[in-house]
């Protein structure tokens, strides 16, 4: 069945009420701001940030017109507090959006989640706070997504633990309440935080003055969005990975992984980023022999082209060998027939 069919069944009853509905081209036009220059951190690229490092504080105003805010009441709903607004994904209802007052904000509030689930050094560890620069790894990528079941066992151990003495930050809360009110959270009667029946998934994008790179980083989180919620994707991609990967080729996708610091121990991980960066990556990967096409970084969470140790050569063609790879075989998979898409110039590289 084709992607949109299968997607538009699910129209994820128990995560997603209260939420506006919008397309990916809507959030992305509401990600997009102007005269804005200031970094939300000093590490690498992130998702859709052309690998310049630079992350633009998005701006508190300027939404595009239905995606309304859920407010946040009560919960740092002021302009100098928090600020996190949720829409549903027009083709998946169980896939939340979720668009912050600014990419600091965003950092704040998914930056030790994200290091939690997928840090090559810290992952299954709550730090108390965000480290700068190249060492805060994924918590400095403009891009983040998880199942809300994932982002419950980080609160679950960030409660349990408390490090520094306090449980959520400011930014943290504010993201927990805008899910709880919409339904993808909730506190059982024990106190632990536990996803809506259907565990819907989370995705946001930093906002940019620079509407390709905000695109192109979309497009890229869609991807994970497709993994997680069509499970014949998911299937088809594991099944590549074991069956039709060498293991010195999957030493190359692992090493190119540790070096943005994933952890590429973690086999739904490494899978996962695998589809993600295969499908939509036009530029890390471009080795002159037509790996990628079109212009625009799809990700950019990483600061440049090379992999581990710098090579150009041997790993940079390895990698551009393997998405022609990956692209020809997935491409043909019916999940794959109405692949998405943000707007009608930023698709996946096989289109």
């Keep these: 069945m084709g992607y949109r069919a299968a997607m538009g069944k699910d129209k994820g009853g128990g995560g997603s009420s209260g939420a506006p509905v919008v397309t990916l081209e809507q959030f992305a036009d509401s990600l997009v701001v102007s005269g804005s220059s200031s970094s939300s951190s000093g590490g690498k690229g992130g998702k859709g940030s052309g690998g310049g490092g630079h992350k633009k504080h998005a701006s508190k105003s300027g939404i595009t017109k239905g995606l309304e805010s859920l407010g946040l009441a009560g919960d740092a709903s002021t302009d100098s507090g928090p600020q996190v607004e949720v829409s549903r994904w027009d083709r998946n209802h169980r896939v939340l959006l979720l668009r912050f007052a600014s990419a600091a904000a965003q950092r704040d509030a998914m930056g030790r989640p994200s290091i939690y689930l997928e840090d090559a050094d810290f992952h299954g560890t709550v730090v108390e706070r965000v ?29 349990l633990e408390k490090p520094g003495g306090g449980a959520e930050n400011a930014a943290e809360a504010a993201m927990v309440a805008a899910l709880t009110r919409c339904g993808a959270l909730r506190t059982n009667k024990d106190g632990a935080v536990e996803a809506a029946r259907d565990d819907p998934v989370v995705a946001a994008v930093a906002g940019s003055s620079n509407r390709a790179e905000i695109r192109d980083a979309l497009l890229h989180e869609a991807m994970h969005m497709a993994f997680y919620t069509d499970p ?28 943005l610091r994933y952890n590429a121990r973690d086999e739904e991980l490494t899978v996962n980023e695998l589809q993600a960066y295969m499908t939509t990556e036009r530029v890390m990967f471009d080795d002159g022999a037509g790996s990628s096409s079109g212009g625009g970084k799809n990700e950019g969470r990483k600061g440049g082209n090379t992999t581990k140790g710098g090579d150009k050569g041997g790993d940079l063609e390895t990698l551009a060998r393997m998405q022609r790879e990956f692209a020809s075989y997935i491409k043909t998979h019916p999940s794959m027939a109405d692949p998405p898409s943000v707007g009608a110039n930023t698709k996946v590289v096989w289109l």
């Design 131 to 159: 480290p700068s620069g190249q060492r805060g790894g994924v918590a400095n990528y403009s891009g983040h997504n998880m199942r809300a079941s994932d982002l419950a066992r980080f609160l679950n151990t960030l409660r």
């Design 232 to 259: 014949a994707y998911e299937r088809a991609c594991y099944d590549y990975w074991q069956g039709n990967v060498t293991e010195p080729d999957k030493n190359v996708w692992r090493n190119f992984l540790t070096t």
